[in-house]
């Protein structure tokens, strides 16, 4: 029988740095690119091989482990009171092309580490743990972003499931390679009462905590964001023989369709940050006017209103463009995830588990969007930061100091033993 924790013995509790930072350099290896990344995209063999050996961490933690019909992996640690609703641990383990090995990663495998933890000193909490993988948060090969999330709170639309990917594969044969059912996906639906609480550690990715010297962020709000799929409809011609003033060049329009774009944001726009990050021309030849060129524009704001406002804007603009360069350019909403405040209790749970440690901490919101911001839906949510070395991620250049991200752990698993002690204990 395990024991129950008294709030001295659990104030002493640590997780193993050393386990947690091997864990995270094994997985790191999975997908690791020539120059120091890590290429581990949703859906993909270096995928497979990632969820394995999370499984493998999971069992070796002891959590009963199963894959969801949407292809999350998920840890359950059974508590005291077995009928209470669980406290959710999670991130994601797949990667943008080319990142670090921290993002996501790092969540996923301190959460199995605080499992481990309470395994080490005997310990059983009053609510049940459930520690999840999510699948595909970073919408590989043009699906939907934070896709397993999405799932789980039963928020996925028909498009989703009927969607093929950029590669013209069909997302419900990626799931069925992933261990997930499209068919049964009602059955990775969680209701919010089955979840008390969610938390979510993960590296800041900005450079906020790093420029203040301060070890943990307690995360106050998640940026929205909407993505739209900008396509941009010219004439090819031969660029040896078609005089300027006859050309219907995609590209010179989609050009000042980015410069557009970037003056969304402030201080000339209503959002804090718009970026155009993937692009492409046909026919892509140098000595061919390019005819079509197509483009993702990525808005972000705490501010819904802001980003409709920007969204709206654009669209306008677009047209004007359009008229100028004698070209037509459509602008297709892609995918959209609103902001979302984190809970008031949790942050304060994370700032006291911060204190604690002696550990200093400061509010901050999240520039990136992150699984917690779906699963706010069914849940009250928190999220802990470390800072992120020079403020740099999505790239090989990721890297967060090994005392940090031990730190973060840490206060990832008091904040699990203080939230278990302050709603649920029964000593
Ligand atoms: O794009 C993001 O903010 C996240 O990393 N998926
Ligand atoms: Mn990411
Ligand atoms: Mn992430």
Redesign the pocket.
Known sequence: MRNRVTTRSARAMRVAGDRLLANIRSLGKIGATPDGGVSRLAFTSEDARGRELVRDLMIEAGLQTCVDSAANIIGHRPGERQDSPALMLGSHIDTVPNGGAL?GAYGVLAAIEVARALNDHDTLLSHPLAIVAFNN??GAFGTR?MWGAHAMVGALDESDLTAVDDRGRPVAELLFDMGGDAGHLDRAVWSADRVAAYLELHIEQGPVLESRSVQIGVVEAITGRSTLDITVRGKASHAGTTPMELRQDALVAAAQVILAVRDLAYPNGPVRVATVGSLSLAPNAWNVVPGVVTMQVDLRDVSDVAIRQATSRLRSEVLEIAMRTATAIEAENQYSVPAVSCDLGLRDVIAEASESLDLGHLTLPSG??HDAQVIARIAPVGMIFVPSKGGIS?TPEEYSAEDDLIAGANVLLQSVLAYDERYGRTF
Request: aromatic share 0%; glycine share 28%.
């Open positions: 993002d948060e970073e972003g990136a969007g999505h």
